[in-house]
């Protein structure tokens, strides 16, 4: 059975940082794209973040310069560093493992992400 479990969500102010984890059970890491979508309330599910097996990255453009992906190959978990952050990337975050970043096979149950002064 593949898990996805993320963590670091919480409540901070515009201009601040959050990090978010995703730790992946069984073998799915070694093969599969791994990545974050976000769902604001009223909206799409939409694509944040992607990262390869080798390391490739891909944000949205709404993200580009102010979030950052990694992943830990040996820990099997995946990282989203969110810096800046405003209040329109407040939603709920999902971690998503799959071989098309756009058709995530796994997801995970989703963490609240919060930004609000």
């Known amino acids: 059975q593949v898990q996805l479990v993320e963590s670091g969500g919480g409540v901070v102010q515009p201009g601040g940082s959050l990090r978010l984890s995703c730790a992946a059970s069984?073998?799915?890491?070694?093969?599969?794209?791994m990545g974050w979508y976000r769902q604001a309330p009223g909206k799409q599910r939409e694509l944040v973040a992607g990262?390869?097996?080798?390391?490739?990255?891909n944000f949205a453009d709404s993200v580009k310069g102010r979030f950052t992906i990694s992943r830990d190959n040996v820990k099997r978990t995946v990282y989203l560093q969110m810096n800046s952050l405003k209040t329109e990337d407040t939603a709920v975050y999902y971690c998503?493992?799959?071989?098309?970043?756009?058709?995530?096979?796994?997801w995970g149950q989703g963490t609240q992400v919060t930004v609000s002064s």
């Open positions: 069984g073998s799915i890491f070694s093969t599969y794209i």
């Open positions: 998503c493992a799959g071989l098309l970043l756009g058709s995530p096979a796994y």
């Open positions: 990262i390869t097996r080798g390391g490739d990255t």
